[in-house]
C-alpha cells in the first residue's frame, strides 16, 4: 500500500513509523508545509520522499491527514474533491467541525474520521516516536457516514498497529474530549503561567519541582499551533468544563479562607473517586 | 545503627527500605498508630518489630518522623523532651509552624528538619517502594538550629540513598513548596471534582482518558489525611498561589468567551517557557 502522510509531525510521523514497520505500507509520501520538517522527516526516514498535495493524493491508496484541526478544516473538501478510490483518514482532536463541513460531499465515504487517543506533549518531526499507539484506543467518529470497505481497511490499519477501536459520534466526541483532554491542557497551560508569574526564581522551581509538579505541568509544553485550533473548534464544550473548573477551584479557595477543613477533606475524599477510573 | 520509623506509609516505609537495604540500619523498629498499617508493615518486612513511641525513642539512635505535619506539628516537643544522644528526622512537607514549635526546644539542635521532593499519589506501608529517593534533591531547613553532628549524620544518610541536599530557610521553603508541589494537588483535585462532576459517563472517561488526563490527574488519587494539614500548615502561601491560579484561568476563559485566539496563542507561547526549567 503506497501512503501518503500529510502533516509529518508528532501523529503523523510516528504513524508513518508504524506503517513502515508492520508492512503495511510499501510506499511513504510525505506532504509537508515547513521545509524544515520536510528535510527532517526524509532525514530521520519518517518518509521515503516529499511532494505536493495533488500528486500525493493521485499516486497512493491512503492519505493520512495529520495537520492541526484548522488545516484539517481547510484541506479536507480539497482532498475529498480528488479523491476516487482512495482512503483518507483525518486524526484531529475535534470532529463535529470538521465533519460538518464535509457531511454533503459526494466523496464523504471515503472519509474515515478518527482521534488516536495518544500523544505526547512534543511536536513536529522530531516527536515522531515508535508504539504510539500500541495499546492506546482511537475513536472512529459517525461510522455510518463512511463507506464500510474504508472502514474495514482503516480498522484493520489501527488494530495491526496495536490500537482498541471505539465508536462515538462527532457530538459526543467532542463534548467528552472536552473532559477528558482539552480541559487537562487550558488547567496545565494555566499552572504554568501561575508558577511562572509567582515563582521568580527559577532555580528554585527547578530544585523543588518534584514528580508531582512535572506531571501536572507537562502538558503546558503543548504547541499553539496544535492547541488554539482545537480550542477554537470546540469552544463551547471547553468553556462549559471551564466554567465548572473554576467553580471547583473557588469552593476550594472559600474553604481555605474560611478555614473549613472538614469541608475539604470530604472535597477530597470525593476527587479521590477519580481512582476507580484512571488506573 | 538502630532506627526508627514513626509512620509507616508512603515516605516512612520507602526509607525504612533503604536503610535496609544500604546497611544503615541494623534494626528497624516500627511506630504506627494504625493497628492494620503495622501488621503490613511488619509482614513487608519494613520494619523489624512495632513498638510504642517512648520505648522506641529510648532504644534507637535515630527517630524519624514520617507522621501527617499535623502529627508532626503535635509529637515533636514530645519526642525531643524525651531524646538525649539521638538525632531526630522530620520528613514533613511544611516546615515554618513546625519548626517554629519547637524553636525554643533546649534539644532542637537534635531535630534536622528535611523534606525530601519525592513521593507518589499512594499512601500506607503498601506505598513503600524502594529507591524512592534516588536522584530526588532533597531539603533541609534552618540548617544553622540544628547540631553539626546531627546534619553530618543526616546527610550521609541521605547521600548514601542517592539523594542530593540543599538548603532553605523554613519560610522560603513553604513559599516555594506552595507554588511547585501544593498548587499541583489543588488543581489535581479540582480537575478530578470537575470531571466527575460534568462527565457523568464514567465509561467515556475511561475509554478516551490519554495519558496527559492520567498524568494531570493521578495527584488526586492523594490522601486527605496527608494533604489536609499541608493546606492548613500552608495557608497563606497556598491561597496567594491559588489566587493567581484562579486568575489564569479567568484570563483563558475570557479570552475564549471574546474569541481572542491572538490572545490566548500568546499566552500559550508564555506558559511554553516552563519548557526551560522541567525536562
Given at each position: 500500500m503506497q501512503v501518503a502522510i500529510v502533516g509529518i509531525g508528532l501523529i503523523g510521523g510516528s504513524l508513518a513509523l508504524e506503517l513502515r514497520r508492520s508492512g503495511l505500507a510499501t510506499e511513504l509520501i510525505g506532504v509537508e508545509a515547513n521545509p524544515d520538517h520536510a528535510q527532517k522527516a526524509v532525514q530521520k526516514k519518517l518518509v521515503d520522499r516529499i511532494c505536493c498535495l495533488d500528486e500525493a493524493i493521485d499516486k497512493v491508496d491512503l492519505i493520512v491527514l495529520a495537520v492541526p484541526v484548522n488545516v484539517i478544516l481547510h484541506l479536507l473538501p480539497t482532498v475529498l474533491d480528488r479523491v476516487d478510490r482512495q482512503v483518507v483518514i483525518e486524526v484531529g482532536s475535534t470532529k463535529e467541525k470538521i465533519l460538518q463541513a464535509v457531511?454533503?460531499?459526494?466523496?464523504?465515504?471515503r472519509l474515515v474520521a478518527t482521534h488516536p487517543m495518544a500523544g505526547t506533549e512534543y511536536s513536529g518531526p522530531e516527536a515522531a516516536i515508535p508504539q504510539?499507539?500500541?495499546g492506546k484506543n482511537v475513536v472512529i467518529c459517525?461510522?455510518?457516514?463512511?463507506?464500510p470497505d474504508a472502514v474495514e481497511q482503516v480498522k484493520n490499519i489501527y488494530e495491526t498497529i496495536g490500537s482498541r477501536i471505539i465508536y462515538m459520534d462527532s457530538a459526543s466526541h467532542d463534548l467528552h474530549a472536552a473532559y477528558v483532554s482539552h480541559i487537562s491542557h487550558i488547567t496545565s497551560f494555566a499552572l504554568a503561567l501561575t508558577v511562572l508569574e509567582k515563582e521568580k526564581e527559577e532555580k528554585a522551581i527547578f530544585d523543588l519541582a518534584s514528580g508531582g509538579f512535572a506531571s501536572t505541568v507537562?502538558?503546558?509544553?503543548?504547541s499553539p499551533d496544535t492547541w488554539i485550533p482545537i480550542f477554537q473548534q470546540n469552544r463551547h464544550n471547553v468553556l462549559d468544563v471551564l466554567y465548572e473548573h473554576i467553580h471547583q477551584l473557588k469552593r476550594i479557595k472559600q474553604m481555605l479562607i474560611d478555614e473549613d477543613y472538614e469541608g475539604f477533606y470530604k472535597l477530597i475524599q470525593e476527587a479521590n473517586a477519580i481512582r476507580k477510573i484512571i488506573h
Open positions: 457531511k454533503q460531499h459526494p466523496r464523504r465515504g504510539l499507539f500500541h459517525d461510522l455510518d457516514d463512511s463507506d507537562r502538558l503546558a509544553k503543548s
